[in-house]
């Protein structure tokens, strides 16, 4: 938030020692919510003998003024990988709001010794935020600066009605021990029949420890949760020495060691009513080592990525959290201060999870590090650490937030096919946890969407289905049979869900025909906003999708870091664009959508000269039928700047396909053909003079274009007759009508008449 100069001058004065201005009376209903004061210059240390200042932002959590005693400090500069606990008091809410905050600094996350921070602050609100000055003091300086704050919606938010735990009330993760009864007549259900089944199956297959996923632990989840449903001790027993061999195996990186530690977890959640005092302190203590090597994380050379929207970081804060909110109160627990208790690290692993969805994750739900990355630490660690921190904390991360957005991001992509869900993914390896998503995130979706989530759960996964909900890991049958609504009916998507999904936040647009079968139809494209530094990020700027009438047309390319590999357009001498920016978007209630992007530049120093060259592309989807075509899909790249300049030439379109292609050079045309009869026919309008190849891969193949600065594609799905195109003019100037429907390409706009 950018804040006028004049604004500040007041709390200048006050550093200086001058009079403070009087103010009307404050607005206290505007000091509620979670509030976020960053303090200029508010932690400092030596870097090559010389004092390093950084920001320092704390956190509140406030109702008219008035805040809870717990306050915590972040200073991603100073050490992104702690977070800093301490108090707050409120000194004053007349006409300023004046707090007092003290911080436990912890310097290091290796290091247990805390160096304590004393900031006194006065605030006004302004615009919707809060503007102020500070004066404090730190590692023997005395400090002041400017503050500017943020007022959010509280999250999470209080569970209505939460009954606070019990002493030593087990279970409390997945479900609480009120549950249990509820949960065994469940069990009589066809529904909870099916899934059980499949659990069982799950638990027949040998355990490993070790790999990429243990499933050890998670094993011993699925036991212990059959030893709380059917009072089974020998159950329990087998749930105790799955645990014991995993807790004797540790892996040796924090990535591969934390569903180990969140399957643990849950198992002794499951089974402490059946394990003696010592199996409980064993693993206690085992569990609480973890928890603070999780949460310190580890050295860059084993792998470890502290940033907040890395898979690792959480894939290991939510293992962390889970592991935390287990073992909370255990009267094994060696006495300690608050700073250090496990119930706190609960917290900070929450803190954890609240910055991995703020920062890696869009309004609706796309992931910045690709569908893989995102997914996985989902259903290993993170969604699990949702549910149990609604049930044992009372606090809900999920209502009104991002969380509540997976499940139905992925039913707006995936066509359901003999079973599966497979979608048209981006990212590293080109697939997604699918299945176990929907089977573990049933508890995540929010009412009104659930019907929907339902009716895919249902079609593919449930009774209508398999009737095996698909379990991989055991602790999925777990979360879907705890997480499976009874009293809900499910619905088609269509009736309480839109056909376009837009995540404006990463820049993911999504145009879906319809939710029936295998023939449906789903496109989209990636404009890749704002992408993080410090993650996994593929060169997918303005990369599309297209599947439908069950078959795959435009898809990913392998798994390699390259924007060959991508469907775009590539330019030889230069690196891929880094982002872009939406100039226009359009839809319609059909599915249909016109998305126009413009990348960032890329600037190149020549001998005499500076050349730049950005790319506008615009997608165009038409599900309308005008075309006579069930999918018409339109795809312009008009490059702008020194476009003839010598590190800019050589430009070549790009589209992957794993289908069969004939090009019809002399026509500028291509043609893909499925095995189930399916065509799609693309025409080149530009360039004039375009020249076409194909180059087959192990996944297909790819078209090439190339002979011009610009390209003008228009593609049409159909299993019946191809419709034909007449064309008028050249270029990008071109006019098309297909059918109905004419399409041209007019001041950078793409316009369908039909729309």
Known sequence: MKIPYFLLLPFIFLLKGSDFPQFQALDLDKLTGNIHLTLKHGVWKLWEEQPIYQDMTLDLVCERGQCQPQAWGYAPKYNQDVDHLGTVKVLKTDSIWQLNVNLNIQPHPWQTEVQPADYKIKLIPYKG????????????????????????????????HYQPLQSQEHPRLVFRSSQLSALREKAKTPQGQAILTQ???SLQKPPHYQGFVPNGGYQATGHCFFAVLNQDTSSADRGWQLVENSMQKPEDTLLKQSPTVAGIALAYDLCYPFWTETRRQQVTRWLQGQINNLMRGDSPQNGWNSNPGSNWNARAKGAAGLAALAIMDDPSLPPTDLHLSVTSQAMMAQRQIKRYFTTAIGNRGFGTEGDHYTTEPLVLTVFPFLIAYRNAMGQDLITNAKPAWILPHYLSRAIPNEGQLPIATYGRHRRYMERSLFATGLELSSPDLLPAILWL???????????????????EAVFAFVGYPQK???ENPEKQYDRVLVDAEKGFYNFRNRWQNSN????????????????????????FRIWGLGEQWANAGLSEPDWHNENVVIVPHIRPWKESKLVKFQSRLNGSGIVSLATSPVIIKQKDSVVKMSLLRSFGVDYSKASGSPGLFVIVDQFVGDIRAKPFQDKTWIMQTPGKVTLKKAEKTFLIQSANGATLKGVFLAPESVKMTYQPNELGGQIRASGGDNFFVIMTLQKEKIPDFKIEGFGLNTLVTIGKQTVRYKNNQLIFSQF
């Open 129 to 160: 935020g809060i503007i102020g000055s500070y004066q404090g003091k730190f590692n023997q300086k005395s400090l002041k600066g400017s503050v500017i704050g943020q007022i959010n919606p509280l999250w999470p938010i209080p569970v209505p």
């Open 199 to 201: 659990l069982k199956k």
């Open 457 to 475: 759960f249902e079609q593919n996964l449930g009774l209508k289905g398999d009737k095996n909900s698909d379990i991989n890991l055991p602790h």
């Open 488 to 490: 809900i009916q499910p």
């Open 520 to 543: 449906d139809i789903v496109a989209n494209i990636y404009l890749k906003h704002k992408p993080l530094g410090g993650t996994w990020s593929f060169p997918d700027v303005g990369s």
